[in-house]
């Protein structure tokens, strides 16, 4: 009987050992951070800081303090779309998230009771009012063409600094990124009106400088031209005096050695010309006519005067074989 007794206080025994060391053990998973809570009171130490828990296997006195696990990850508040007001005092609709986490926990319980869904509303605020401010400050096409970035490290910095800044949830702001930043389609339209007047500004601009551009260049070249054309006009000027210098002086040496052979080849040229038309009829007096004498002096045939075989006259005063018309009929004359 009394072996009995002892052997079930012996099992009472170990029961309450096994329930006080239930009670007395904690583990803190992976990714997870615990704090203690003694009637109710965050467990500080010495220095009065907040006894954390890091993963693994803890010690606590039973029935008197309390553990409370928060996750230590990263967190993403997202799906966040508000309607912002310019310095231009114009409506942009701006849709961003957040990466923050937990670096106080004895201050994130105490102010959101360790419950992270009310931390992403007051988070979400403080965001807000933020990016309502960086906002307020920029233009429109600032926002949208190249001060994102910026405008997204000036949220982050002051999320993270302040009085009234995320520290005093005990979190930390890692990120803010804005996702989209759409216009109303009243604000829209008038935006792009802007852009597209500015961009046929620049375009009016390339195409005055491309005028100007091209006026110079045809200018230049109008210039270029009528300096060549000068000068090849001063240059046949030069070659058609030597040549006429040449030609004077063939034509006086050739009138200095025989007179009558000189003027009856310039008839022959004269007659060229002007009896070209092989259907001309002539109106003159022989008798009185001297410039068709070689036509109608029988005498030049008869006459026994020889011309001097010693001159010498140049081919180009003859006339070429090409040129040479047939000896016309004698024109019909009549007498008046």
């Not at 007001?85 to 106080?104: G, R």
């Not at 949220?155 to 989209?180: M, P, Y």
């Not at 031209?225 to 001063?234: D, F, G, K, P, Q």
């Not at 009138?255 to 008839?267: A, P």
């Amino acid at each position: 009987m009394q072996r009995e007794h002892k052997i079930v206080a012996g099992f009472i025994a170990l029961v309450v050992i096994l329930f006080l060391l239930f009670n007395s053990v904690f583990v803190v998973n992976e990714g997870t951070r615990a704090i203690k809570l003694r009637f109710n009171k965050v467990v500080r130490d010495g220095d009065g800081q907040v006894v954390v828990y890091q993963p693994g296997l803890h010690f606590k006195p039973p029935f008197i303090d309390n553990v409370i696990s928060l996750d230590a990850r990263l967190q993403t508040l997202d799906d966040t779309t508000d309607r912002f007001l310019t310095v231009e005092k114009k409506d942009v609709l701006i849709e961003s998230y957040v990466k923050w986490k937990v670096v106080d926990f004895g201050r994130f319980y105490t102010t959101t009771g360790g419950i992270y869904s009310r931390a992403s509303d007051l988070l979400r605020r403080k965001i807000n009012d933020r990016l309502r401010s960086e906002v307020g400050s920029q233009t429109i096409s600032d926002i949208v063409s190249g001060q994102r970035s910026e405008l997204m490290s000036q949220a982050k910095e002051s999320l993270n600094t302040g009085e009234d800044g995320a520290s005093t949830f005990g979190i930390e702001v890692i990120d803010v990124r804005v996702v989209k930043i759409e216009l109303p389609t009243e604000v829209a339209d008038s935006i792009y009106q802007r852009m597209r007047a500015e961009r046929m500004a620049v375009a009016g601009e390339h195409r005055a400088q491309g005028q100007e551009q091209a006026q110079i260049i045809m200018s230049q070249t109008d210039r270029n031209v009528t300096v060549i054309l000068s000068e090849a006009n001063l240059e046949a000027a030069k070659i058609r005096a030597q040549a006429d210098a040449q030609a004077n002086a063939i034509y006086n040496q050739t009138y200095s050695k025989n007179f009558e052979l000189f003027n009856f080849l310039k008839n022959m040229e004269a007659y060229k010309v002007s009896l070209a038309n092989n259907n001309s009829v002539l109106l003159i007096n022989p008798e009185k006519d001297s410039f068709y004498q070689y036509l109608f002096n029988n005498s030049i045939s008869q006459t026994t005067t020889r011309p001097n075989t010693n001159v010498t006259v140049p081919a180009s005063a003859l006339p070429s074989k090409e040129n040479q018309v047939s000896e016309p009929t004698a024109p019909q004359v009549t007498n008046p």
